[in-house]
């Protein structure tokens, strides 16, 4: 395991400071807030260890209601809003400065059999076959608002080895493409069984280039090259079938509209055998900064 990758599981594993109450810190972001995948990966840490060990993670709905402080820790309070037969619900609220900033609603399932079909894999290269981020994005330094913002962004994904099939959009500014993007991601390291961490990961990585497919329709390259000012609104993952977040999943990404100072994007998640493991939907503010 990677330092990189020790220090993002410690950022998961939350204090427990009442029951029902824990406490988070936050990691240095690249830009001056909380990056919004952990906070989500956070509070879905807090719902689960309130959940039976024999219930898994099936879906979670969550939306970001205020920017977070990345200097201050965050309380997440966890509402049990049910305990069924097959069915765990459970609502969490992030608190920072007496305020919400976020808040999620999760549900848990125990494994039962039942009809499987799934969309197929689309295609894609190996992974092994394309470039690390620590190859791509230095090529890129001068298109960047600051060349600073190559080593944040390094460091920031640090813990996941996340690899474009195609161009990024900072690669392609001024160049509208189909609105679709691919990336092959897994952590950089080996992690335990325990299902609720990989599903806890996936979540982490999953708010890192959803609203790609956006920027790529339009030419523009995002908040790293400033000419789009963008954060996330809302947030829906569904958890189809097993998977782990240290071997390799493919990311299909792609968006079917935006408008009104919103963008939409839509994912599905494989593993590289071909298994749909996670659908992803999310809106972002998608603005277009004026001189």
């Known amino acids: 395991m990677t330092k990189a990758l020790d220090d993002l599981l410690d950022l998961l594993d939350l204090e427990q400071i009442e029951q029902d109450y824990f406490r988070g810190r936050s990691r240095s972001a690249i830009v001056p807030r909380v990056f ?51 069915f765990t619900t459970r609502r969490v609220v992030a608190v920072q400065h007496g305020q919400p900033i976020f808040h999620l609603s999760a549900s848990f399932q125990t494994y039962e059999e039942g009809l499987d079909h799934q969309a197929p894999m689309p295609a894609a290269p190996d992974p092994d076959t394309l470039p690390t981020a620590e190859q791509t994005l230095p090529r890129y330094v001068d298109r960047f608002v600051h060349p600073s913002v190559v080593d944040r962004m390094l460091e920031a994904r640090a813990a996941v080895d996340l690899r474009y099939v195609d161009a990024p959009p900072y690669a392609s500014v001024g160049e509208p493409r189909e609105p679709r993007s691919q ?109």
């Open 183 to 291: 990336v092959w991601f897994r952590t950089n390291g080996e992690l335990a069984d325990d299902p609720l961490l990989h599903v806890c990961l996936a979540t982490y990585v999953s708010d890192m280039t959803l609203l790609d497919s956006v920027l790529l329709a339009h030419g523009r390259g995002g908040w790293a090259v400033g000419d789009v000012v963008g954060a996330s609104l809302d947030h829906a993952m569904w958890f189809h079938r097993p998977f782990r977040a240290d071997q390799w999943l493919l990311y299909d990404q792609e968006s079917p509209s935006a408008h009104g100072g919103r963008g939409l994007g839509q994912a599905r998640i494989y593993t590289q055998d071909g298994q749909l493991a996670i659908s992803v939907i999310q809106e972002g503010v998608v603005r277009v900064p004026h001189d």
């Open 36 to 86: 919004g995948g952990q906070v989500a990966a956070q509070a879905l840490v807090a719902a689960g260890r309130t959940v039976p060990d024999d219930r898994t993670a099936h879906s979670l709905h969550a939306y970001f209601l205020r920017m977070g402080d990345p200097g201050a820790p965050i309380v997440y309070t966890v509402d049990r809003i049910r305990d069924g037969r097959s």
